[in-house]
C-alpha cells in the first residue's frame, strides 16, 4: 500500500521546547497510520507561513506549536487555491491554546494528538480576513483584555482562577485605553460608542477567559461573534459592566456579543489590533471577512 505524504512543521520555541516530549512516539503512530512524515522546524518568525504555503500536493499538514503557529500555518494555507489545501492536524503546545480548548485536543500529549489525527475527520473552519493577505484563526481584537491572560501573575491564576482575570480587569480598568469606534455589521445594524474592547472570534474560548456557549458558535457557519465593551465612565456604568460579565449577559448596554458574516470598524485614530494573541497591525478603518470553511482542521 502507497504510504501517503506528511508535512510536519514543529515550532521548536513553542511551550518552552516541550515538542520533545512524545515525539518519536508521536512519529510512530503518524507512520503506522500510514503516513510518511517530512518534518521541518521553524528557525524564525514567519516561517510556518512559507512552509504552509509550500504544501500542496501533501495528503495532510501537521503543526506542532501553539496557537500562533497554528495561525501562521493557516495563513500559509490561505495563500492556496482552495481545492490545493491539505487538512490540517494541529499538536498544540503552547499556554493558552484556544483552538484545542475549542475542539477538545489533548494538549502537551504529541503521542494522543498523532492518535486523533490518525483516526479523526476533517472538519471545515471560518477563517478571518483582515484585508492585505492577514488572516486569523481565532481572534481579532483590540483594546483592554487582551493582553490580561499573560499580565495577570501566574500566582494568583492559581489560586484564583477566573477570579483573577476579573480583578486584574479591575484593577486596570481606570487606565485602560478606550476608542471611538463606529462598528457596522453585514446586516445593517450598526453600534457606534467609547469601546475598551471589540473582539472578534469563531472559538469557544479566548485567552483562555472568557467562554463562550456552544450553542452560540459555529465554527463553520460563515458568522464570526463580534464582542462589544463600552468604557465604564461613571461608577454605576463600571458595576453595570461587572454585573453583566459575572452574570454572562451577553446582550446589555455595557457588554454586546453580536453574530456577523463581516465587521466594519471605523476609528477617530488609529488603533492596534491583536490577531491571535500576536501583533495585528494599526488601523483607523478595518473591515473583517469571514471566510467561510476555508480549512479543515482534523478532530
Known sequence: MAMKSLLLI???VAGRGTYKNGLGEALHVLHSAGYAPTVRFTTRAGEAVELAAESAGYDMLCCMGGDGTLSDVIEGLMRLPEDARPPIGYFPLGTANDVATT??????????CARRIAGGEARAWDVGDMGN???????????????????????SKQALGHLAYILEGMNRITRLPH??????????????GDFIFGGVTNSLSVAGLVKLDPELVGLDDGSFEVSLVRYPETLSELNALMGQAVSRNLNGPALKILHAGSVKFSFENPVSFTRDGEPGGCFSELTITNRRAAVKIIC
Do not use: H, M
Open 133 to 155: 493577505g492577514r488572516y486569523f484563526t481565532y481572534v481579532a481584537a483590540f483594546g483592554a483584555f487582551t493582553d490580561v491572560s499573560y499580565e495577570t501573575p501566574q500566582q
Open 179 to 192: 476608542a471611538k469606534c463606529r462598528v457596522e455589521l453585514d446586516s445593517g445594524e450598526i453600534e457606534e
Open 103 to 112: 475542539l477538545k485536543l489533548p494538549k502537551g500529549d504529541s503521542p494522543a
Open 10 to 12: 514543529i515550532n521548536p
